[in-house]
């Protein structure tokens, strides 16, 4: 079966940390993205890469940054968390190109809470 | 840029009956995917539709590519408390789907049923 996995589920982490959420995904997807998912706000785009070592802004960048080194591993990082960090993370993937596409893969998320 | 609107923001049934929700944009889109998030998951595509007027069944669920190509309609039948979580609809623009091309997502309805 294929996967978007994430390595953590939960994480507590403390203010001013820096932060490594890690994603992997074993389907060959050229786009990976980072979205963080608060309660009655939706899904919202942190940041993208649609190839090895390309990145591109999504929404709401501020205070994140990304890695991607490797086409099957997509990392997010919060260089200082703060509390206003605190959140579900969530990790897609998809291919890119097709004409009839089936969306995004999504990984199980990880819920942060930054203390 | 597009918007998917959903409302309300959550929604109270009682097991056994039908639920309709449905997803709508000022703009035209070529595709549109129906998702579900189980509480403490990832969103997982429950339904796919390519043109519009298709009606597409996944067991209880039926879903509905609007005629006029800005709006879908799910439709949860028999509800059971299994289908708790959060809905959300999504959908692409675009027919291929390039470097920068990310899907739309509405901002998802939490469904409750109650026993």
């Known amino acids: 079966d294929v996967k978007v996995t994430q390595s953590s589920r939960y994480l507590v982490k403390r203010t001013g940390e820096k932060v490594f959420l890690e994603c992997v995904q074993d389907m060959d997807h050229e786009n990976m993205f980072w979205y963080r998912q608060d309660p009655g706000l939706g899904l919202r785009l942190i940041y993208f890469s649609y190839d090895v070592k390309m990145k591109e802004k999504g929404d709401i960048p501020e205070g994140y940054s990304v890695s991607r080194e490797k086409k099957e591993r997509f990392s997010l990082i919060l260089e200082s968390a703060s509390t206003n960090q605190t959140s579900m993370y969530l990790c897609?993937?998809?291919?890119?190109?097709?004409?009839?596409?089936?969306?995004?893969?999504f990984g199980s998320g990880t819920r942060l809470t930054v203390v | 840029g597009q918007q998917l609107n959903q409302s309300p923001q959550s929604m109270f049934i009682q097991e056994g009956e039908d639920v309709s929700m449905n997803c709508t944009s000022s703009?035209?889109?070529?595709?549109w995917l129906w998702y579900k998030q189980d509480p403490g998951e990832g969103p997982v595509l429950l339904i796919a539709?390519?043109?519009?007027?298709e009606l597409t069944s996944n067991g209880r669920l039926t879903a509905q590519f609007g005629i006029t190509r800005k709006d879908s309609f799910l439709n949860i039948s028999a509800s059971i408390p299994s289908d708790v979580g959060i809905y959300f609809c999504?959908?692409?623009?675009?027919?291929?789907?390039?470097?920068?091309?990310?899907?739309?997502f509405g901002k998802g309805i939490t469904l409750s049923v109650r026993p």
């Open positions: 897609a993937s998809s291919f890119r190109g097709m004409v009839l596409n089936y969306g995004y893969t």
């Open positions: 539709l390519y043109k519009a007027g």
């Open positions: 703009s035209i889109f070529n595709t």
């Open positions: 999504a959908g692409w623009t675009e027919y291929y789907t390039g470097a920068n091309s990310k899907l739309t």
